[in-house]
């Protein structure tokens, strides 16, 4: 049974920086790829960042902010945010799927969610 968790999620103000992680498992964690997505109130949820083995993407909105990162010993993904912004405010998601097939933004690829974490950037 596969399962992630997502932590670091907090409120923060607006040019600070959170680290946000997802511990996996239940999944052979070297091999998936894994992406990062929020959803704001009254918005579609978003892909924001991706990690495919060695190869990482972003959203143009969080590119050159935002990192991500993986410890295949600790099964676990990192999203750094720096220079965070009232707009960045969402419930943050992490996700896997075992194939890396498709593109990293795309939702319905993805087979296994996180339940969220909040992360509120206040001005």
């Known amino acids: 049974q596969v399962q992630l968790v997502e932590s670091g999620g907090d409120s923060v103000q607006a040019g600070g920086s959170l680290r946000l992680s997802c511990s996996a498992s239940?999944?052979?964690?070297?091999?998936?790829?894994m992406g990062w997505f929020r959803q704001a109130p009254g918005k579609e949820r978003e892909g924001v960042a991706g990690a495919s083995g060695p190869w990482t993407y972003y959203a143009d909105s969080v590119k050159g902010r935002f990192t991500t990162s993986r410890d295949n010993a600790k099964n676990t993904v990192y999203l750094q945010m720096s220079s965070l912004t009232p707009e960045d405010t969402a419930m943050y998601y992490c996700?896997?799927?075992?194939?890396?097939?498709?593109?990293?933004?795309?939702?319905?690829?993805?087979?296994?969610w996180g339940q969220g974490t909040q992360v509120t950037v206040s001005s």
């Open positions: 239940g999944v052979t964690f070297s091999t998936v790829r």
């Open positions: 996700a896997a799927v075992t194939t890396y097939s498709g593109s990293w933004s795309d939702l319905g690829r993805y087979k296994y």
